[in-house]
């Protein structure tokens, strides 16, 4: 199993940035790929943005195209979301998540392990 913790998430201004992290334990060797994926209340969970081990091969959600950057730690077994030019619809739980095979999904289904998340709230 993969153990993963959030952190970062908190309360800030429209067109503030925030630097989410996702510390990963356990069986870490099947996290190829790290991905994330946000629920806003009363909404389905959506995928966020995700990342191979590589980190060569990163994907984005269009609604944060440009916006958010994904970036891996190998050495340390992290993953970060830097989150920028912040909009109140952005503001929801970010759960981080693992996947063993290769390849990127880009629906928060195709993940196995989670972490508990770590809430973002946008004020306009």
């Known amino acids: 199993q993969v153990q993963l913790v959030e952190s970062g998430g908190g309360l800030v201004q429209a067109g503030d940035s925030l630097r989410l992290s996702c510390a990963a334990s356990g069986r870490t060797s099947t996290a190829h790929v790290m991905g994330w994926s946000c629920q806003a209340p009363g909404k389905e969970r959506e995928f966020v943005a995700a990342i191979r081990r590589s980190g060569s091969n990163t994907y984005y959600a269009n609604s944060v195209k440009g916006r958010f950057t994904n970036a891996r730690d190998n050495a340390k077994n992290t993953v970060y979301l830097q989150m920028n030019s912040l909009k109140p619809g952005d503001t929801a739980v970010y759960y981080c998540?693992?996947?063993?095979?290769?390849?990127?999904?880009?629906?928060?289904?195709?993940?196995?392990?989670w972490g508990r998340g770590t809430q973002v709230t946008v004020s306009s």
């Open positions: 998540a693992t996947r063993s095979d290769g390849t990127i999904a880009s629906s928060p289904y195709g993940y196995e392990y």
